[in-house]
């Protein structure tokens, strides 16, 4: 399993144990929105922030390779729907294990909704790409999401406990969650899944101390950090955004200390 160590360590922090990682795979699901416009260019200014990862499709890394600056963690995403489909919350597998090892990748992740009419094929397609992940040494990265018609509340500790337990029990390396609103309900979802739990950042929030409280209630409750796309990639200024997030993830500062690393940034 060196390989999958070596891997992680470029995903992980190998002082903290922590990541905070950016999903830019947004294209596929709802086109060109702001802050993906152009992928290398967010690339580099999340890296300058000191991201670990992004999360991209793999035509996005063919075209955002990165020949200068700092050290960014490459994970292909491997599901996908868009939302012209009649059923959005169905993700079909579009690449492959070894299309990533090709692509240089340093992990792979994949989408799971439980609840939805198709679970039983994601979740077949989710062992096949941990059987593969585990002969190759591949990172595998699970976005287990709750969604369907008996899903009334995708954020209800009881249904976000489980998703990350079945990504455990699946064979995922990291699982990225939505945040259960409480780092006491959160702290459920983490002793229950004996791998890293990530948050998810969801939809674009009114202020940046909505998301930093966010991060630092799920770090307070044992999470391995962060998984967050729009609310970095479309700020106004997307490297101070992973400045202030990661000050909160691998330094332990709270939520006004990174508003304040964020704002000297801001205005630096």
């Known amino acids: 399993m060196i390989g999958k160590r070596v891997r992680l360590e470029r995903i992980i922090n190998r002082n903290t144990k922590k990541t905070v990682i950016v999903p830019m795979d947004h294209g596929v699901t709802v086109g060109p929105i702001p802050g993906l416009?152009?992928?290398?260019?967010?690339?580099?200014?999340?890296?300058?922030?000191?991201?670990n990862a992004a999360i991209v499709h793999r035509g996005a890394a063919m075209f955002g390779h990165r020949g200068y600056g700092r050290d960014l963690g490459l994970i292909i995403h491997l599901s996908a729907s868009t939302n012209l489909s009649p059923d959005a919350n169905k993700k079909v597998l579009v690449a492959t294990v070894e299309d990533a090892i090709r692509i240089g990748a340093d992990g792979v992740s994949i989408h799971v909704n439980l609840g939805a009419e198709d679970e039983a094929q994601m979740l077949e397609d989710f062992g096949r790409i941990s059987s593969a992940c585990l002969f190759w040494g591949m990172p595998l990265v699970a976005m287990?999401?709750?969604?369907?018609?008996?899903?009334?509340?995708?954020?209800?500790?009881?249904?976000?406990?489980?998703?990350?337990?079945?990504?455990?029990?699946?064979?995922?390396?990291i699982v990225k969650v939505p945040y259960t609103g409480s780092p006491e309900t959160f702290r459920e979802v983490v002793e229950g899944c004996?791998?890293?739990?990530?948050?998810?950042?969801?939809?674009?929030?009114?202020?940046?101390?909505?998301?930093?409280?966010?991060?630092?209630?799920?770090?307070e409750a044992?999470?391995?950090?962060?998984?967050?796309?729009?609310?970095?990639?479309?700020?106004?200024?997307?490297?101070?955004?992973?400045?202030?997030?990661?000050?909160?993830?691998?330094?332990?500062?709270?939520?006004e200390e990174a508003y304040r690393v964020l704002r000297e940034n801001l205005e630096g």
Do not use: C
């Open 37 to 51: 416009i152009d992928v290398s260019k967010t690339a580099n200014l999340i890296a300058e922030g000191g991201a």
């Open 222 to 255: 044992g999470g391995a950090g962060v998984s967050i796309g729009r609310n970095v990639f479309q700020h106004e200024n997307p490297t101070a955004m992973v400045r202030a997030i990661s000050a909160i993830v691998h330094e332990g500062k709270s939520s």
């Open 144 to 173: 287990m999401y709750t969604r369907g018609e008996r899903i009334k509340n995708p954020y209800d500790v009881r249904f976000v406990k489980h998703a990350a337990r079945v990504a455990a029990e699946m064979g995922a390396d």
């Open 194 to 219: 004996a791998i890293p739990v990530v948050i998810a950042g969801g939809e674009k929030m009114d202020s940046d101390m909505d998301v930093l409280k966010m991060v630092e209630g799920a770090i």
